[in-house]
């Protein structure tokens, strides 16, 4: 196999095609602080691409509770396994990739789900870790019994299992934008894509027979708009944009700022050697950091320890990237914080939005004479 170089797990690893990177990256940081798993971004997603036929079980986007829940069922554990042992020394991964476990005559190493393992796509939804007793009803950071919601999509990767898998050549990774595509007319539906992606976000139809997965809204990204999922989250915790390699990183691009400036965004199992350019801001509040460390790799605790530092306004520029994220549809390519405001431009540089670091209070009186009437309940 031809060697690729990926930064994510600090060395060189085996992939089945020579590394050619796209002109720019798209990509997202999803901050798991905020979510509330309030469904807005599957509904938003579900409704616009995969409400046909044959694309009942379909969800693109889901958002998971961990550590229980799993869309399919234990896609996580599964994969891991297969992976075997994973070791870190340092940023660099010494165990395997899914390429270099990949058994004789496979490009990687997978497993193909049952139908029935996507009939469970609410599964450990708000389960704690532990069983809650009455001895663990206080309140500390971190917590001893928790959760976290994890939203998840097609992470659009660099280096992606299901492109180099495919039998027909029917997935791409467009060289613009780095948005993964597969090609239904070159499909002949042998699920290896389905099988081999870890993530399990390419899914069969079974009344067309090919495989459908996400597309990252690539119509309105070419229109500078950010795709359905992140544009409509409620929680506000998608910044959506472009990813640079850390030695190209610009400080002033909000998620570069954050994947390699702040270094408070991390991708999710980079074990993998996918390169995966959907990113996460680890919870804040959760007890095992080795479980946050298996699912983000090994640079969690400074991640955290940045992010409360914004928390407690200790860095304004990472706190002011943090508000921008959907307070427009617009897609904002470079930011800047100054006073007391986070300021968005778009790719020509025009400003797309402005918002304040902090929300001014206003305090009226009770009692308003023009209108003589309260502004409150006094009976």
Known sequence: MPKVYNWQIGREMDYPFEGRRPQRQAAAVFDTNKCIACQTCTMACKTTWTSGKGQEYMFWNNVETKPWGSYPLAWDVRVLEMLGPQAWEGNVYRGRTLFEAAPGGERAVGYLPEDLDYAYPNRGEDETNVPMTEERFYLRLPHDAWFFYLPRICNHCTYPACLASCPRTAIYKRPEDGIVLLDQQRCRGYRECVKNCPFKK?????????????????????????????????????????????????????????????????????????EANIYYIPPVHVGNLRFLQMLFGPGVEGAIAAYRRAMEGKDEELLGVLLLAVSTDRIVHRFQVRRGHAYGYDERGEEVVRVPLQEPTMVRPAYDPQHRAYRYNVT
Do not use: W
Request: charged content about 20%.
């Open 202 to 274: 390419v899914f069969y139809n079974h009344t067309t027979r090919v495989s459908e997965k996400c597309v990252l809204c690539f119509p309105a990204v070419e229109r500078g708009i950010q795709p359905r999922c992140m544009r409509n989250c409620i929680g506000k915790i998608r910044t959506f944009g472009f990813v640079s390699t850390p030695d190209r990183a610009r400080a002033d691009n909000p998620v570069d700022f954050l994947v390699h400036v702040r270094k408070v965004a991390l991708p999710l199992l980079p074990q993998l050697g996918l």
